[in-house]
């Protein structure tokens, strides 16, 4: 079992010197390698049949392709489009909002992604003039994006769970937009003042937003396409729609997003491919099955063991972003799902809401750094205004695994 502690260790050593989890993920396998035994052609087998069975895994390769479609919409200015299209009657703020996020969020793919959005879509302004109750509504609202049915990290997790995502889908789905409407009545109704655009846009300016999430849902759920030939699918399509649509700067802003999608899909890529040859290393030295005995010997109530694995990963906010805490994480609570009746899907769920609290961390790239150099603010700053979002997240995830931790 010291193969998992040297893992958690050197993650958390590592972050604090301020390595990035890429780096600290080879150096945890070449100390595995090393106190193995691996000569350097068992190494090399090792990192080409990982990869051929990544290659095998759907989820991950409509990965590049679910970015690739995200960024080509935000480039090319669609979802300000939407905003125009639904908000063109005044004193009409439920639908035109709700519509906007499940349009919007779904084919972001990234919380970070729809974090930009936001940003781009709608003002400070337009919130009253209140920067804190712009922020509050950015933060949570990028938080429910991480766990929307096109979210990566939901993706990635069910891939390594070897979870239906049909299934998770459904569900990410349902808690989204309960919650969603729950936090629209009670605190964002109160403040948005979006007026009516004076841009006239038609239907056609946002088709192509429209037909990615028509696509998605019919190619999954009807037809029964594999994640990876859905993705493919939207992509081509997309790019005939966008094209269309945008022959003059065509061209430019194309290059702009297969540059980040390669940037992007590259990092989550190589993240998922070490954590698959790390867990390979725990089974081969038996490490997973000294796990399970410890389980079973020390924990008779499961409860105990899942509360200490969200403590774990809330001490790992500042250190390390909300994917690379569900990644270097996914060891050991796939030792516990595997060894308690535990439901993988609501584990996902709820999981994975939790560690976007993640995202307000003072980490390059995360929303919490933008605004705490934009704003200059504090990170007490920042725990006192987003409190309540804060506590809205941690309650609807305990509740999602305390009342369906079972059942499904």
Do not use: C
């Given at each position: ?202 239907f056609a300016g946002i088709f192509p937003v429209v037909i990615f999430v028509i696509f998605f849902f019919y190619l999954i759920y009807a037809v029964s396409f594999p994640v990876n030939v859905t993705a493919e699918i939207i992509f081509f399509t997309t790019l005939i729609l966008v094209f269309l649509q945008n022959r003059r700067d065509f061209r430019s802003k194309l290059l702009v ?152």
């Open positions: 079992m010291e193969y998992y502690l040297i893992f958690i260790i050197s993650v958390i050593i590592f972050s604090f010197v301020g390595l990035n989890l890429f780096s600290v993920l080879v150096l945890t396998i070449a100390a595995y390698a090393f106190m193995a035994g691996f000569d350097l052609h068992q190494l090399s087998f090792l990192l080409f049949n990982n990869a051929m069975n990544l290659n095998d895994k759907s989820e991950i390769v409509a990965i590049p392709f679910l970015l690739a479609v995200s960024e080509i919409l935000v480039n090319f200015g669609y979802f300000s489009r939407l905003k125009s299209f639904l908000f063109r009657r005044k004193n009409r703020k439920f639908w035109p909002f709700f519509f906007f996020f499940i349009l919007s969020s779904i084919p972001a793919g990234s919380s970070l992604i729809y974090n930009r959005i936001l940003k781009e879509s709608f003002s400070l302004e337009e919130f009253s003039g209140d920067r804190d109750r712009y922020l509050r509504a950015n933060f949570f609202l990028s938080a429910l994006s991480f766990i929307m049915p096109v979210s990566i990290p939901v993706i990635i997790v069910a891939s390594l769970l070897n979870v239906s995502l049909k299934a998770v889908i459904l569900y990410t789905l349902f808690l989204t937009i309960a919650v969603f409407i729950l936090y629209y009545f009670i605190f964002i109704r109160k403040y948005l003042i979006v007026m009516a655009s004076e841009r006239k846009e038609t997003s297969i540059k980040n999608t390669i940037l992007r899909s590259g990092v989550l890529i190589s993240l998922v491919y070490l954590i698959g040859i790390i867990n390979f290393f725990h089974i081969y030295t038996g490490a997973s099955g000294e796990l399970f005995d410890y389980l079973l010997f020390s924990f008779t109530n499961s409860s105990y063991l899942i509360i200490s694995v969200f403590i774990i990963a809330f001490l790992l906010l500042e250190l390390i972003d909300p994917l690379g805490i569900l990644l270097i994480l996914y060891p050991v609570y796939y030792s516990l799902l595997g060894t308690y009746d535990i439901s993988y899907i609501v584990f996902i769920v709820s999981f994975t809401f939790f560690v976007s609290l993640g995202l307000m961390s003072n980490i390059s790239g995360l929303p919490g750094n933008f605004y705490r150099n934009t704003y200059n603010l504090r990170s007490a700053d920042i725990y006192q205004i987003f409190l309540f979002e804060y506590s809205i997240i941690v309650i609807v995830s305990f509740v999602v695994l305390s009342f369906f931790g079972n059942f499904l």
